[in-house]
């Protein structure tokens, strides 16, 4: 077993023991290796503060109904814990292919957006919002990429704070890292999707932005493709600071705030998808890609039939990483599919009452995450109000050439000139913000 593998088996739950070969090869594993015996230790950590939370804040059971059939009832008594996940898997389920290098030009700036304070921050601070954002499209100067630096060490789960107010509507902005499994270098964020939830309205929606759009990042007198704005970020700030300048980027672009972020990587996505027992995807179109990129920077052969497929963590990798059978756009239909299927194979769950799936997740909803700063007790809040609302529908959408149109940089770098406006009313009209 080596330390992907070790490290994938501990989000997932499993833990060093003598009942079974899994467990005993772990064992082994740690006994060599401090690196893993530390992510161990960490996942313990976070089980323990997860259990506290739920000790104390339980939610009130439902009140009996006699419209109510006794299998209702056992759903709604694990639906806030499932609803409690939902908004994170989504994001474990974010997930990217190698990207284009960003380009630069120089850029004027506009107002700022609302920033989150940060509760898990690498103990790196999160850099003050910034008073500048792009207004102006510049002319494509030559590209330029900064050299890479280590990012540092993943930090623990975030404490529950005070107890929140009334849920007021609210964006959580997805990031999926371009990040191999032992990499260490900044990383662009190729996955990049909104998840608007208002409860007030009864809405949820989902809009996904192409990496390869061109946009203006705030006070930094440059212009970049949208996936390098974490990376900049990054370079500055760690993970927080990634995220800070992603969310104040994609927050300009779209014309509204951006409440939240979480940011995910590939094991992330693997490990979400594994510990459900796998997601049933209903695949549109034959889809083969004869160089799909291995982790070992290698390739490989990827073919999907047509047709509903049971796949496991690793092949809804593969399926939503996917996009030489088609392009960008294509693939990010694809996401959303997935993360629809992840969402449907966890109510599932919870409606079997697989307490011992619903408890992995659970564990799993801080641990797997690369960053966020969404509190726990707001996610109890949400959890809340999807369980007395589950049959709400997922409105989404995406940015495509419907609002911009593809041109390149001065030295050839494909990009995405987009239309503002346009994605602005996209946003407006997606989310019912009117």
Not at 189 to 209: G, R, Y
């Amino acid at each position: 077993m080596d330390c992907f593998e070790a490290r994938r088996r501990i989000a997932a739950g499993l833990r060093p023991g003598s009942t079974n070969r899994e467990r005993t090869l772990l064992g082994f594993h740690l006994v060599d290796c401090p690196a893993c015996r530390e992510v161990l230790a960490e996942a313990v950590q976070e089980e323990q503060l997860l259990q506290q939370l739920l000790a104390a804040h339980p939610t009130p059971a439902p009140p009996a109904s006699a419209a109510h059939s006794s299998a209702r009832s056992h759903w709604r008594r694990w639906a806030w814990v499932a609803s409690l996940l939902v908004v994170v898997l989504i994001g474990v389920g974010l997930f990217l292919s190698q990207g284009h290098q960003a380009a630069l030009a120089t850029v004027p700036g506009t107002p700022a957006q609302p920033s989150a304070t940060p509760l898990v921050a690498g103990g790196v601070e999160l850099p003050p919002d910034i008073d500048t954002a792009p207004t102006a499209t510049a002319a494509p100067s030559p590209t330029a990429r900064p050299s890479a630096t280590p990012r540092p060490t993943a930090t623990p789960t975030p404490t529950p704070t005070a107890t929140p107010q009334p849920l007021q509507p609210l964006n959580i902005l997805l990031l999926g890292l371009d990040r191999r499994p032992d990499e260490t270098d900044v990383a662009r964020s190729d996955a990049l999707i909104i998840l608007h939830l208002d409860p007030e309205n009864q809405q949820i929606a989902l809009l996904s932005l192409p990496r390869d759009l061109w946009v203006g990042l705030p006070d930094r007198q440059l212009y970049v493709k949208i996936n390098a704005a974490y990376m900049y970020g990054e370079l500055d700030g760690g993970a927080a600071g990634g995220a800070a300048l992603a969310r104040q980027t994609i927050s300009t672009v779209i014309g509204q705030p951006i409440n939240y972020t979480i940011v995910t990587t590939f094991e992330g996505m693997i490990a979400g998808v594994d510990v459900l027992g796998g997601i049933d995807v209903d695949v549109q179109k034959y889809i083969y890609d004869p160089r799909y990129p291995t982790f070992d920077y290698g390739y490989m052969e990827a073919e999907f039939t047509p047709g509903v497929q049971h796949m496991d963590g690793a092949t809804a990798l593969i399926y939503s990483r996917t996009r030489h059978a088609d392009n960008d756009f294509e693939r990010g239909k694809r996401q959303q599919q997935v993360l629809i299927a992840i969402m449907s194979a966890f109510q599932q769950a919870s409606a079997n009452d697989n307490s011992d799936t619903i408890s992995q997740l659970l564990l799993q909803l801080y641990a797997t995450a690369e960053y966020t700063d969404l509190d726990p007790l707001v996610a109890a809040q949400l959890a809340r109000w999807v369980n007395n609302n589950p049959d709400l529908a997922i409105k989404r959408d995406s940015v495509d050439l419907r609002y911009g149109y593809e041109t390149s940089t001065s030295d050839g770098a494909y990009i995405i000139q987009p239309d503002l406006p346009a994605i602005q009313g996209l946003a407006t009209t997606l989310f019912g913000t009117e």
